[in-house]
């Protein structure tokens, strides 16, 4: 298979971490027969430097162009950096918000898998950790609550703030196709997760979820409250699979689901949009530290290469082999500074990009 991949190698340690999952990306290809092409992309405060704006139209437009993009992260210290005093639309951050909706980007995957190696690591009971657990959270991410009308004014003299929450059946149905395909290559499970007691926009989400449940025979779906998979999260994580929920909820069982795992440096993530494109980064933060320490975690955005393998070439057995051989590494006891632990073996960047090449 021939790939254009578009590369955002973005800021702080994202150069670093963007290189190593390359490397495993080159070293999966020469195993399995694959053509790659990499288009170099500019955005955050890289593109600032050379650019003066986060996004540039030709950047979009090139990225668009791309079979799908990987990114490793965006943005500096917010007290330091001269990026921060440029007005909010000109800030790193704005341009991955600009990136995502010309993308049209509405499908958020954010994995959280507990490794047996790292359970150590994990916040939860003992018992519980000892289980694993490994869910996929697919969050709508451009409608609901966050995208709605707000205003705030004055009323008899008192401010009133209002948010105004609003789904239609053509989001959710989108959003719910996709959970099930992605479902459809896991273990077939799917818990849709809303307020269906409190909210109409959860009553038709449940609904329109209902009725693409049916098209999908061979998934199990259960229905969950938001309140209840908050707590669920922490006292039986392992009974998940993929969880599908709109965009605030996905946003905070996400951050949630994240802490479990004990380690946000391995915390991949995708943006999908209706077609097989996808954006896939790491869920940290770009770090700006440890940047040229050598020292950063590459093992999210390399896992994030491994979902861009999976969800938008369908090369289940090359993603298969990347996430085996990123497990294969931290069984032979080698570990980053930050999920360093007694009796482990600390490398670097490089060397844990390497270590990865050689099980593939």
Same mark, same amino acid.
């Given at each position: 298979?021939?790939?254009?991949?578009?590369?955002?190698?973005?800021?702080?340690?994202?150069?670093?971490?963007?290189?190593?999952?390359?490397?495993?990306?080159?070293?999966?290809?020469?195993?399995?027969?694959?053509?790659?092409?990499?288009?170099?992309?500019?955005?955050?405060?890289?593109?600032?430097?050379?650019?003066?704006?986060?996004?540039?139209?030709?950047?979009?437009?090139?990225?668009?162009?791309?079979?799908?993009?990987?990114?490793?992260?965006?943005?500096?210290?917010?007290?330091?950096?001269?990026?921060?005093?440029?007005?909010?639309?000109?800030?790193?951050?704005?341009?991955?918000?600009?990136?995502?909706?010309?993308?049209?980007?509405?499908?958020?995957?954010?994995?959280? +898998?507990?490794?047996? /190696? !790292?359970?150590?690591?994990?916040?939860?009971?003992?018992? =519980? @950790?000892?289980? #694993? $657990? %490994?869910?996929?959270?697919?969050?709508?991410?451009?409608?609901?609550?966050?995208?709605?009308?707000?205003?705030?004014?004055?009323?008899?003299?008192?401010? +009133?703030?209002?948010? /105004? !929450?609003?789904?239609?059946?053509?989001?959710?149905?989108? =959003? @719910?196709?996709? #959970? $099930? %395909?992605?479902?459809?290559?896991?273990?077939?499970?799917?818990?849709?997760?809303?307020?269906?007691?409190?909210?109409?926009?959860?009553?038709?989400?449940?609904?329109?979820?209902? /009725?693409?449940?049916?098209?999908?025979?061979?998934?199990?779906?259960?229905?969950?409250?938001?309140?209840?998979?908050?707590?669920?999260?922490?006292?039986?994580?392992?009974?998940?699979?993929?969880?599908?929920?709109?965009?605030?909820?996905?946003?905070?069982?996400?951050?949630?689901?994240?802490?479990?795992?004990?380690?946000?440096?391995?915390?991949?993530?995708?943006?999908?949009?209706?077609?097989?494109?996808?954006?896939?980064?790491?869920?940290?933060?770009?770090?700006?530290?440890?940047?040229?320490?050598?020292?950063?975690?590459?093992?999210?955005?390399?896992?994030?290469?491994?979902?861009?393998?999976?969800?938008?070439?369908?090369?289940?057995?090359?993603?298969?082999?990347?996430?085996?051989?990123?497990?294969?590494?931290?069984?032979?006891?080698?570990?980053?500074?930050?999920?360093?632990?007694?009796?482990?073996?600390?490398?670097?960047?490089?060397?844990?990009?390497?270590?990865?090449?050689?099980?593939?």
């Amino acid at each position: 298979m021939d790939m254009n991949i578009g590369v955002i190698k973005g800021d702080g340690i994202g150069p670093e971490i963007v290189d190593e999952a390359m490397k495993v990306l080159d070293k999966t290809a020469e195993v399995y027969g694959h053509q790659i092409e990499y288009t170099q992309l500019l955005m955050g405060g890289a593109s600032i430097d050379v650019n003066g704006v986060p996004l540039t139209e030709e950047t979009l437009e090139q990225a668009k162009k791309s079979d799908a993009v990987l990114m490793g992260s965006i943005g500096g210290d917010a007290k330091t950096s001269p990026w921060y005093r440029l007005e909010p639309s000109k800030r790193p951050e704005a341009g991955l918000l600009q990136l995502r909706k010309g993308l049209n980007l509405f499908a958020n995957l954010r994995p959280a +898998v507990l490794y047996s /190696e !790292l359970k150590g690591a994990c916040p939860l009971k003992e018992e =519980i @950790a000892e289980q #694993g $657990f %490994d869910m996929m959270i697919m969050r709508e991410l451009t409608g609901g609550l966050y995208f709605g009308k707000r205003s705030t004014e004055e009323e008899d003299g008192v401010l +009133v703030a209002r948010d /105004e !929450l609003t789904y239609s059946e053509t989001e959710i149905r989108r =959003i @719910a196709k996709r #959970g $099930f %395909d992605i479902a459809m290559k896991r273990w077939k499970k799917v818990t849709s997760v809303d307020k269906a007691n409190v909210l109409d926009s959860s009553r038709l989400w449940r609904k329109i979820v209902e /009725e693409v449940a049916k098209e999908y025979p061979e998934v199990t779906l259960e229905h969950m409250l938001v309140d209840n998979a908050a707590m669920q999260l922490v006292k039986d994580p392992a009974q998940f699979d993929v969880i599908l929920t709109e965009n605030m909820f996905g946003d905070i069982l996400s951050d949630e689901a994240s802490m479990v795992t004990g380690s946000i440096g391995m915390l991949a993530s995708a943006s999908l949009n209706d077609t097989k494109f996808g954006l896939y980064e790491p869920s940290g933060g770009s770090a700006s530290d440890i940047a040229g320490k050598g020292i950063a975690n590459p093992i999210a955005t390399i896992l994030s290469a491994a979902m861009m393998l999976r969800y938008s070439f369908d090369l289940d057995q090359e993603a298969d082999a990347i996430e085996a051989a990123v497990e294969k590494v931290l069984e032979e006891g080698y570990r980053t500074i930050d999920i360093m632990s007694e009796g482990m073996t600390q490398i670097g960047t490089k060397e844990m990009g390497e270590r990865i090449c050689s099980y593939i």
